[in-house]
């Protein structure tokens, strides 16, 4: 398997722009996180979803920021308008269950710079 | 505020030395785990340790959990310039049903 996939790897975009970012998690993966990080406030989980539906979203920062899941091997968060502080570094994670007791698998991340 | 803290934020030791981290928590938990990131990627499980265990081994790490206390410590043994890294500490508990990561020790290993 490939692991979890994430695009774009980095992101240019300005402030005001629609930016979203794309996450295919590992076959078979029935739990998907999303996460950012940056060196002020670390990783932050933002939300997450268990067989395609949304179980919590209370880490989204705000209403410029919605993720979907519309199948099992494919999700994407969208900010929209993007604003400066919202660079950062995101993570897209899957896991095989829900509970805590299983590991997660990150993606590589895409960096997203907004100016 | 993070469920997990790792002190200290920064380690520096000498290749072959030991490293030594540390998690405290503050609400109870079911598991804790460890996790790895190496600059620019992504984290990276290491180990998982449940609430009824006390200390658990994978190859050259050593994770103990003592929940009186809401801490838990890796330690690296015999460590390489290849364990330079951040490591992070995730909790469950705080209400949520999933992880939630602590700030993170970077260790340098020098060669």
């Known amino acids: 398997d490939a692991g979890v996939i994430q695009s774009p790897r980095h992101e240019v975009t300005e402030m005001g722009q629609e930016v979203t970012l794309r996450c295919k998690p590992i076959?078979?993966?029935?739990?998907l996180f999303w996460y950012r990080q940056t060196m002020m406030r670390g990783l932050e989980l933002l939300i997450y979803?268990?067989?395609?539906?949304?179980?919590?979203d209370s880490g989204m920062p705000e209403d410029r920021f919605s993720a979907k899941m519309p199948n099992a091997s494919f999700s994407t968060l969208k900010i929209q308008p993007s604003e400066p502080r919202d660079s950062a570094v995101y993570f897209c994670?899957?896991?095989?269950?829900?509970?805590?007791?299983?590991?997660?698998?990150f993606g590589p991340g895409t960096r997203l710079t907004v100016t | 505020s993070q469920q997990g803290e790792e002190d200290p934020q920064a380690l520096s030791i000498q290749e072959g030395e030991n490293a030594t981290m540390n998690c405290s928590y503050k609400?109870?938990?079911?598991?804790l785990q460890w996790y790895r990131q190496n600059s620019g990627r992504g984290l990276v499980h290491l180990i998982l340790?449940?609430?009824?265990?006390r200390e658990k081994h994978s190859g050259r790490l050593r994770v103990t959990l003592d929940t009186s206390k809401k801490s838990s410590s890796l330690l690296i043994t015999a460590s390489r310039a290849a364990d330079t890294a951040s490591y992070f500490c995730a909790t469950d508990g705080a209400g949520r049903r999933a992880l939630t990561f602590g700030s993170g020790t970077r260790l340098q290993v020098q060669p």
């Open positions: 979803f268990n067989n395609n539906v949304p179980i919590d």
């Open positions: 340790i449940r609430s009824n265990e």
């Open positions: 609400t109870s938990i079911n598991n």
């Open positions: 994670a899957s896991s095989f269950g829900l509970a805590v007791s299983y590991e997660q698998y």
């Open positions: 076959s078979g993966h029935n739990s």
